[in-house]
């Protein structure tokens, strides 16, 4: 499991004689909140009930603590918060992750020898920062044994804004985990990630993505880039001349992928010929008025027609900001294959919000390279999904919920 932040120090009175059987997995983003309800028998994962809220935009310019505490609320209308374990987490622009490697030593050696090493790799001096590590694995450099550490920091200020988000929700953190580490716990509890292959799960928020590599089941790099679905709906918006609202609904709107209909230029008009004079026999025929249509000739002295702008199809006004997102990801896998001397990549698994676009697994697929580009379902996989009406939003918008999922199944851990 990753590194996580304990903010609960200590269980309420009334969960003295009566443990949590339940864990909350709340995934705050900047477009909607995501949670899942949790419980856990033997090894076996369950997913209880979902919630699902778009946060108001307009609210969001005004007060943004208020809009994500309202969206929290309606996540969370139903769920059982005060009986369970809340795992929130931390967006991984705000933390600092690396993965540095020690000698081999005895367990009790590591705590001063990870504080120290900290020190090279943090970008603060330490009193300013939360810190926490876990061993990933043991491996193997010439004749020498390292440990592998998941180093994990953050800054004070950024522990204390969540927490003040939860407070302004009524609700407490028990854990604070990073929405990027979390895609490696739910690819563990989704059954994902398998031995002997490098998966790269790609998370893509409204303002930013995170791409994880897990090797071998393991956590093995993270890289967070300033790229998201926002880029595409801008540029809708911009092309088609409409708001961020209609440009949203065309973005998720299959139909709307079709090549548009271009509608004939003003100036054909123009080339229409003129009607010959009518015969007496022509006299009772129907006026133009009459047929519903317009006159075919325009009126003398008009001013000339100007020809119809042509109306761009969606898949070539998302081509430049696609471009942008297919670089970011080849400039992640480049260092990992190349600088970091690690196997390619065997699968891509994309969730989050616009990963559902037939368009974004074509092109990532073809201009990456990797054969298998699959949206992640958790609704579809190891883990036992309860009533239908309950998981209604998980079955909805099932690539949304994976950084929820996997701070749920990091929660099970402590029940």
Not at 111 to 132: M, R
Not at 264 to 282: F, G, I, K, M, N
Not at 326 to 346: G, M
Request: a negative charge; hydrophobic letters at 45%.
């Amino acid at each position: 499991m990753p590194p996580v932040w304990h903010l609960k120090k200590g269980e309420p009175s009334s969960l003295l004689f009566s443990r949590p059987k339940t864990t909350i997995g709340l995934d705050v983003g900047t477009h909607s909140v995501k949670a899942i309800l949790m419980s856990r028998s033997g090894s076996r994962l369950c997913v209880e009930a979902a919630g699902y809220a778009v946060l108001d935009r307009n609210q969001m310019n005004i007060d943004p603590l208020v809009a994500q505490a309202n969206a929290i609320r309606h996540a969370l209308d139903g769920f059982p918060a005060n009986n369970s374990i809340v795992v929130g987490a931390l967006p991984g622009q705000m933390v600092v992750i690396r993965y540095p490697r020690l000698p081999e030593m005895p367990e009790g050696k590591l705590d001063e020898a990870i504080e120290k090493e900290a020190g090279q790799h943090i970008p603060y001096d330490l009193s300013e920062v939360f810190l926490d590590w876990t061993v990933l694995e043991t491996v193997s450099q010439g004749n020498e044994k390292l440990l592998k550490i998941l180093l994990v920091a953050t800054k004070h200020d950024a522990i204390d804004a969540r927490a003040q988000l939860a407070s302004a929700a009524e609700l407490e953190y028990a854990i604070l985990g990073v929405d990027s580490l979390a895609l490696a716990d739910a690819a563990e509890g989704c059954d994902i990630a398998h031995s002997g292959e490098t998966v790269a799960m790609v998370n893509i928020g409204l303002s930013s993505a995170s791409i994880h590599f897990i090797k071998d089941g393991v956590s093995n790099f993270i890289r967070d880039v300033a790229w998201g679905g926002r880029e595409l709906v801008q540029a809708i918006a911009r092309a088609r001349h409409c708001d961020q609202d209609e440009a949203e609904r065309l973005l998720f709107d299959p139909a709307a992928f079709a090549p548009p209909v271009q509608p004939p230029p003003l100036d054909t008009l123009a080339q229409e010929p003129v009607a010959p004079p009518l015969s007496p026999s022509a006299l009772l025929d129907p006026f133009e008025d009459e047929l519903d249509r317009p006159e075919a000739v325009p009126a003398i002295g008009s001013a000339p027609a100007v020809a119809t702008p042509e109306v761009k199809p969606l898949s070539e006004i998302l081509s430049l900001p696609l471009s942008r997102l297919v670089a970011e990801i080849r400039r992640s896998f480049d260092y990992y294959e190349h600088e970091l001397y690690e196997s390619p990549v065997d699968r891509l698994v994309l969730s989050g919000g616009v990963v559902e676009l037939p368009i974004l697994s074509e092109v990532l697929s073809d201009e990456l390279g990797v054969k298998s580009v699959e949206v992640a379902n958790p609704a579809q996989s190891a883990l036992t999904v309860g009533h239908s009406t309950a998981v209604a939003p998980l079955q909805a918008h099932p690539a949304q919920f994976m950084v929820a999922i996997g701070l749920a199944a990091r929660g099970t851990a402590d029940l």
